[in-house]
């Protein structure tokens, strides 16, 4: 099998990457006026728009829970977000990835907070090129801090894979179809715990722990990222975002 | 649009209590340890209007799985491939909770899981299955009716799977004058690897494997792994809605290996005899 190349003799990715780089990750919150919370994310080329609604009335009312909030995702790709355009009737991927992405946020929001509330979380993908699930996860984890929800942990998410029989970090669209393995988690850092594992290809046992362990570590850059965003927006540019500055301002 | 619900099993109080009480002693409702899977039985060749057919029980659980073969169009993409897909479907035969009409996201998930333990393992060689590249090529239909549900549907749904594969045979198609024609012959699939998946679920701080639908209705969160048969690891899905730690995922990729090997030989002595 003639394998595509793509970690050239230097050990850089096709797009200019080394092996443990992630892509330029951008993070704005609070881009939408009317939504709860919101955040942009571009992610490598992944350009995706998260709103959060709630906690808000749970329609149908039968719906609600009396003890907790409901929690509802919804993933979707734009039709012209892909090289062919993709029919805008959510596939059986898309009800998928809307599920897990669901089960990877939910450990972090403090349902118990909002009985008889739903918040609803609407991840749009404009421009997809691979890792969307994840970009997707470290958005909306941002946009329900934005919404003011009640949370134990952010959420940070990134995927790591095997490529030309390397472990390689943050996998994107070419990776993906060319490479052998590409494996997404979602993380809580300050939890330790992990909420989203999935893996197609194949990895034997030591790449296996590998793999998750480099894909920890990207969820803890990731995680850098968003804690960053989130204080620029609510602390403005000119603080350092050392810990004692932001004693400070508790104070 | 994905939302979160009660599991439709409400455990009663004490049995709930009960089995709680038990998990702290390593001791299941059943009697089982916690890394004790139920009882598997497979017969296999039991639809004979089919390709090739399954019918797995794994405790209570209970699947049967189909195939038919058919040429079609490769996907798009994959114009060097014949073409693999799995379907899944709980029927309402299965449990009082399921209802008529078109498959919820669990079913989805179940579904496309079981799919991808079975493709991305390169379980049949699907470069073997073209007739015409980029124009005519193998399609294996796998479809599967759960018809009694008792959890680990995941695990119970990939056995038959694997089941049917192993032992269908492949219809010989032919092009003459750029027409398929049916030979009437048979010929054996080209399987690979025996793809083994292993489901775990957490209680608390517990790890069980292989579970009931009770056991199921209290749990936090649900891990099913695959291996092959060179002991890789092929598909992970983490579901439901709570979490795990890194050493938690290690201890039962670990088990999954092991399970999964016996699990391998034991489909592979079922279909001797």
Redesign the interface.
């Known amino acids: 099998m003639n394998e595509t190349i793509l970690i050239d003799e230097s050990g850089k990715r096709t797009d200019g990457r080394s092996i443990d780089e992630l892509r330029e990750i951008k993070l704005t919150i609070g881009v939408l006026k009317k939504a709860n919370g919101s955040a942009f994310i571009e992610f490598g080329k992944n350009k995706i728009i998260v709103a959060v609604y709630g906690p808000r009335e749970v329609h149908p009312k039968h719906?609600a829970?009396p003890d907790k909030c409901?929690?509802?995702?919804?993933y979707h790709m734009s039709p012209f977000s892909t090289d062919?355009r993709k029919n805008p009737a959510p596939s059986?991927?898309e009800?998928?990835i809307?599920?897990?992405?669901?089960?990877a946020l939910?450990?972090a929001v403090v349902?118990e907070d909002y009985p008889r509330a739903?918040i609803?979380i609407f991840v749009e993908v404009l421009q997809a090129d691979g890792g969307s699930r994840c970009a997707g996860i470290t958005a909306a984890s941002v946009a329900l801090a934005d919404a003011g929800i009640n949370m134990r942990d952010l959420v940070a998410a990134c995927a790591a894979g095997k490529i030309n029989n390397k472990i390689a970090l943050d996998i994107n669209d070419v990776e993906d179809?060319e490479g052998s393995a590409d494996?997404p988690v979602a993380y809580?850092p300050n939890?330790?715990?992990?909420?989203?594992?999935?893996?197609?290809?194949?990895?034997?046992?030591s790449q296996?722990?590998e793999c998750?362990?480099k894909a920890?570590q990207g969820c803890k850059m990731v995680y850098e990222i968003q804690r960053k965003a989130l204080m620029e927006k609510y602390f403005g540019n000119d603080l350092s975002l050392d810990d004692e500055n932001t004693e400070e301002i508790k104070e | 649009m994905s939302l979160s619900r009660k599991s439709p099993i409400i455990l009663e109080y004490l049995r709930k209590r009960q089995m709680l009480d038990l998990l702290t002693t390593g001791k299941r409702l059943d009697g089982r340890n916690l890394d004790e899977l139920r009882k598997l039985e497979i017969d296999f060749d039991v639809i004979k209007k089919a390709d090739g057919s399954a019918q797995v029980k794994l405790g209570n659980s209970e699947v049967i799985a189909g195939i038919k073969v058919e040429t079609g169009e490769p996907f798009e993409g994959l114009e060097h491939k014949g073409a693999l897909i799995v379907t899944a479907e709980v029927l309402p035969t299965a449990s009082p909770f399921i209802e008529p009409g078109p498959p919820d996201e669990d079913t989805i998930e179940l579904a496309r899981v079981v799919d991808r333990g079975i493709r991305e393992s390169e379980m049949v060689d699907l470069e073997k299955l073209v007739l015409i590249h980029g124009k005519i090529v193998y399609t294996i239909f796998v479809d599967c009716s759960i018809i009694n549900a008792d959890g680990n549907l995941f695990d119970a749904t990939s056995y038959a799977v694997i089941s049917a594969l192993t032992s269908c045979k492949l219809p010989i198609f032919e092009i003459q004058d750029d027409v398929v024609i049916n030979t009437g012959n048979k010929k054996d699939p080209p399987i690979t690897t025996l793809p083994v998946s292993i489901t775990a679920i957490k209680i608390g701080d517990t790890i069980l494997l292989d579970p009931t639908s009770e056991e199921e209705s209290c749990m936090e969160a649900r891990i099913t792994i695959t291996t092959n048969s060179n002991g890789e690891y092929t598909a992970i899905q983490k579901g439901s809605t709570g979490s795990f730690t890194l050493d938690q995922i290690k201890y039962v990729a670990d088990i999954a290996r092991n399970k999964g090997e016996q699990i391998r030989e034991k489909i592979k002595e079922l279909m001797k005899s």
């Open positions: 719906m829970q409901v929690l509802r995702c919804r062919t059986r991927r009800i998928e809307s599920k897990v992405i669901r089960e939910e450990p349902l739903a609803d179809k494996m809580l939890l330790e715990q992990i909420t989203l594992l999935q893996l197609d290809g194949i990895l034997n046992k296996f722990t998750l362990e920890l």
